[in-house]
């Protein structure tokens, strides 16, 4: 249990659920990072055992969503973000990448594990343009009523909306579809959504492998294909290059021989555009 202070109203005690892993936990473990626990660490290894580049494919998805959110400051306007699942804050963050290109950019991060509420609560102390809140995309009515969600965000003007790596953790009964209109419904015209998503369409063997470790450690994990990831961006206009696996949607800089074989990735990525 953690207590504190918090913009001078004191902060519910937190039950960090250090006994059981956790889907944001194990990205952390899968990225190299520190922010987890014993749990988290046996529990990726499990998922590790079928798919041993399961860290290539949280590598490669952390630098589409890099790619994604400077293509939406730099080429669509966008200065404000809504980055929902968003995991323990680690190297390149929405907030460091997109005020690199400007200053003044604005992020609130949700996240449904109290520990990323307590670790990105004191990274951001000191950032008025950025916030973390205790939030699960499954709830987005919740989400979107938040004081500090609606301080910090204009939504009379565009955003960018982020569900990178945490729609495959929302089963088929919790409609995903259902959960991104609701907010596709919420936001401007001008706004953009990016998404990324696991899939057993490419190494359907290793991919399932993953799918049940999770499972067998208490994470809901549901691959999807292509068609049913594309299917989320209903009402959306996907922008150029449509769905692609992520270690090629726009990633000029890397020579294709140079990336890391699609099967060993099976995470597909794309942004979608609310006209």
């Known amino acids: 249990m953690v207590t504190g202070q918090g913009d001078g109203q004191s902060v519910e005690a937190l039950d960090l659920r250090t006994d059981q892993p956790h889907s944001a936990r194990m990205y952390d473990y899968l990225l190299g990072g ?27 998805n952390r630098a589409f969503l890099g790619r994604a959110v400077r293509h939406l400051v730099r080429e669509a306007g966008i200065r404000q ?20 290109v400007d200053p003044l950019s604005r992020v609130v991060y949700v996240d449904n594990d109290p520990i990323v509420l307590v670790h ?89 492998g993953v799918q049940r470790a999770y499972r067998a450690q208490g994470v809901p994990l549901t691959l999807r294909d292509r068609d049913r990831f594309t299917g989320l961006f209903e009402g959306l206009s996907l922008i150029d290059p449509g769905v692609q696996v992520v270690c090629d949607w726009r990633n000029d800089d890397v020579a294709e021989a140079d990336r890391p074989d699609r099967a060993d990735v099976s995470w597909y990525g794309g942004i979608g555009r609310l006209d």
Not at 40 to 56: K, M, N, V
Not at 81 to 100: M, W, Y
Not at 138 to 143: I, M, T
């Open 81 to 100: 973000f809504l980055d929902l699942g968003s995991g323990l804050p680690t190297a390149e963050n929405v907030h460091q990448v997109a005020q690199r």
């Open 120 to 208: 990105g609560s004191a990274l951001l102390a000191r950032d008025a343009l950025t916030a973390v809140i205790q939030g699960d995309i499954r709830q987005p009515e919740a989400v979107l009523s938040d004081p500090q969600v609606r301080s910090l965000l204009d939504f009379e003007q565009p955003m960018g909306v982020l569900a990178v790596a945490v729609l495959h953790f929302v089963s088929d009964e919790e409609d995903p579809e259902g959960l991104v209109g609701t907010l596709r419904e919420a936001v401007a015209p001008g706004s953009h959504f990016i998404l990324s998503h696991a899939t057993a369409d490419i190494a359907p063997e290793a991919a399932m």
């Open 34 to 60: 520190k922010d987890h626990y014993t749990v988290d660490a046996e529990a990726a290894e499990a998922a590790l055992a079928p798919f041993p580049l399961l860290r290539t494919a949280a590598r490669e």
